[in-house]
């Protein structure tokens, strides 16, 4: 399902504390670029943050609901694949200041992971 114009202002909207983000269509969804990072995702017009292992404790204290994809083909058509990101707390869109360290958390996730992948090429 493609990410409507009016989602994309929204979205825009929450995140401009951070400053100028890209959102790119991607396999019926998007993804959200800052700077060279994507750290967030969009699917069903539901938005989801980066997750890692540092962040991650917070998602799951605020009851947050992991990002599933289920391939249409290949190896694993059919089966949920658990992805490291998770859907963004409704209550931090009324705490502008909460709002913004999870959006830094999930920038700063989206950073290691791409420094990871960079170690292993």
């Keep these: 399902m493609a990410v409507s114009a009016e989602y994309k202002a929204f979205v825009r909207e929450v995140f401009e504390p951070l400053g100028a983000v890209d959102i ?19 699917s069903n017009e539901t938005l989801y943050l980066k997750v890692d292992a540092l962040n991650q404790e917070m998602f799951e204290a605020a009851g947050a609901e992991r990002f599933h994809f289920k391939p249409q083909s290949g190896k694993n058509a059919g ?22 360290d ?19 090429a």
Excluded: C, N, Q, T
């Design 24 to 42: 790119k269509h991607m396999f019926g969804g998007a993804g959200v670029y800052y700077r060279d990072v994507m750290f967030a995702l969009i």
């Design 102 to 120: 999870w959006l830094h958390a999930s920038v700063d996730a989206a950073y290691r992971a791409k420094a990871g992948k960079s170690k292993k």
């Design 79 to 100: 089966k949920a694949i658990a992805m490291s990101f998770w859907e963004l707390p409704e209550e931090l869109l009324d705490d502008p200041d909460a709002l913004v």
